[in-house]
């Protein structure tokens, strides 16, 4: 799997049934979109794909019509049955808040017509992107789409999506407080930052980026000290690893990483 594919759980699983790549977004867009992601699958029995999301909203071309998904702040879910294909467009942290009417946290945990926030003709694209089989040629049609509604560039998502990177890529920050220090702003600045711009809290942020690590560990077939993981990833002890894992995958790390390998 690759690392885009990163948050997909059962990866090796959801290979036998499914598809995944990715496409680099035109220069152009780069400031709005992280990457292209495209699913086809064929199963001959309903397979649900579990996926702990990032805090990324995305624009996806499906059926019935194209729908824009908040933050999931639990655990998604997706029943594919039969044959078929979708295309996402994975917004940058913080880098949606341009096309939306009002804070990206009133999408969290919601899916929407797409049709409710960009222009009525984004479902007639959804349509032509769904009729190819060409990947390049479906990544077109959505940056011509959406070059037409692109609005004016907001300083401050760039900023809010830096913010991001940087928590998530340093593994010494595991509080808010330690986030907000090392991003020289106030926490209470920081929450309402994020609840504006990604739709997530910076706690959530902090501890999914936890439990995608350690997914990530448990997914490459090796036995995990897990104990020393807990450590690593700044939980008080091994216990409170485990809770926080059981809590969001349905089952206990060890667990998973026995289901998964």
């Known amino acids: 799997m690759a690392d885009f594919g990163r948050g997909v759980l059962y990866p090796h699983e959801h290979a036998s049934i499914a598809r995944l790549d990715r496409r680099a977004p035109s220069t152009d867009l780069a400031r709005f979109v992280e990457f292209y992601w495209h699913v086809r699958w064929r199963t001959d029995e309903p397979y649900e ?11 996806v071309f499906e059926e019935p ?12 879910v997706r029943r594919l049955a039969g044959e078929g ?9 913080g880098c949606f808040r341009p096309f939306a009417d009002g804070p990206v946290i009133d999408l969290a945990d919601r899916r929407v017509p797409a049709a409710d926030v960009f222009a009525h003709r984004v479902d007639e694209v959804g349509h032509a992107v769904l ?3 060409d990947l390049d040629a479906m990544v077109r049609l959505a940056e011509e789409f959406l070059r037409d509604v692109l609005p004016a560039p907001d300083p401050v998502a760039e900023e809010v999506a830096a913010m991001v990177e940087t928590i998530t890529a340093d593994p010494a920050l595991f509080r808010v407080d330690q986030a907000a220090g090392a991003l020289h702003v106030s926490a209470r600045t920081l929450q309402r930052l994020f609840a504006e711009y990604v739709g997530a809290s ?16 448990a997914d490459e077939g090796v036995r995990v000290d897990w104990a020393a993981l807990a450590d690593d990833l700044g939980y008080f002890d091994q216990s409170h690893l485990t809770r926080d894992f059981t809590a969001t ?7 998973y990483a026995g289901l998964s390998s």
């Open 85 to 93: 294909q979708v295309l996402g467009v994975k917004f940058r942290p």
């Open 249 to 255: 995958v349905g089952v206990s790390p060890a667990r």
């Open 202 to 217: 910076p706690k959530w942020v902090l501890r999914r980026a936890r439990l995608h690590e350690a997914a990530s560990r």
């Open 65 to 76: 019509a194209p729908l824009v998904y908040g933050v999931d702040r639990s655990l998604f």
């Open 49 to 59: 794909t579990k996926v702990l999301s990032h805090p990324n909203v995305h624009l």
């Open 131 to 133: 009729q190819n089989t």
